[in-house]
């Protein structure tokens, strides 16, 4: 079994429903709902106890950044307190779109990361073009951290290894430019999960098309035949780390 351990369910070119089942047939039987804004965070909560396998993530991407107000903080300090949720994000900095300045980037990101030390929940991060401010930041993180959609070289490995942070490959990972697919026998194989980030970011061979959750059984086989290691026994380390990382109840 596999997880897609991030993916943006209530975005899809389907009903959520649809999707998670279609996963399940596919042998992704569990599903992780990442938030992006205080609206789909409450709903992708709603969903999750409403969906069997599903798990749900509050946050507020960096791209929402200028929306941000004590009155979210409150807000998904609520979320956090109800147990609803399995961790914060997504949240980080995006020096590469820029849809809101760097200043409300960093002071969205800050407030979040000291919320999740406070409830003790994981957090997941968002960084493109910003990987030195995102760890510099997160130097004050006290609860596990996973780098989502994790595009870095050797440099960056290095020191997610040396923090132990977990590693989220993406479908990015099997494009012929990855510069992340040819170092990924340096990313410590406990903190390692695939994940969609569904509807974007198609792994090949379905590359430029919607993605959904379903697909993560193509990253998973291309990092498996990279590592030199079965797919069942990809499978079971990557779900396992999930698992530990997000505290699911899954037996793996
Ligand atoms: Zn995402």
């Known amino acids: 079994m596999l997880v897609d351990s991030h993916t943006h369910l209530l975005r899809l070119k389907a009903s959520p429903e649809e999707a998670v089942h279609e996963a399940a047939e596919a042998g ?12 789909d965070s409450r709903e992708g909560m709603r969903l999750a106890a409403a969906t069997a396998n599903v798990y749900s993530v509050a946050g507020i991407h960096p791209h929402n950044a200028s929306d ?32 809101s300045s760097a200043d409300a980037q960093k002071a969205l990101f800050e407030d979040v990361v000291s919320l999740a030390n406070e409830v003790r929940l994981p957090v997941v991060i968002h960084t493109r073009e ?14 596990p951290i996973v780098l989502h959609c994790f595009e870095g070289g050797e440099k960056e ?18 494009y012929k430019k990855s510069e992340t697919a040819n170092h990924l026998h340096l990313i410590n194989p406990e903190r390692l999960m695939v994940e969609t980030d569904a509807p974007y970011l198609s792994p090949e061979p379905l590359r430029g098309k919607p993605n959904f959750p379903k697909n993560v059984v193509h990253t998973a086989s291309f990092v498996a035949e990279k590592l030199g290691m079965g797919e069942e026994e990809f499978a079971t380390l990557t779900t396992r780390n999930a698992r530990n990382f997000y505290r699911l109840p899954l037996e793996v």
Not at 28 to 39: H, Q, R, S
Not at 131 to 138: A, E, G, K, S, V
């Open 28 to 39: 992704v039987g569990a599903i992780v709902n990442i938030g992006t804004n205080i609206e």
């Open 68 to 99: 941000h107000s004590t009155g979210n903080l409150e807000a998904l300090s609520e979320m956090a307190s109800s147990g609803g949720i399995v961790a914060l994000g997504e949240v980080g900095l995006d020096y590469y779109r820029n849809h």
């Open 130 to 143: 910003a990987f030195d401010d995102t760890m510099d930041i997160l130097r004050c993180a006290r609860v």
């Open 157 to 174: 490995i290095e020191e997610a290894r040396e923090r132990d942070y977990f590693i989220g490959l993406t479908g990015n990972v099997t």
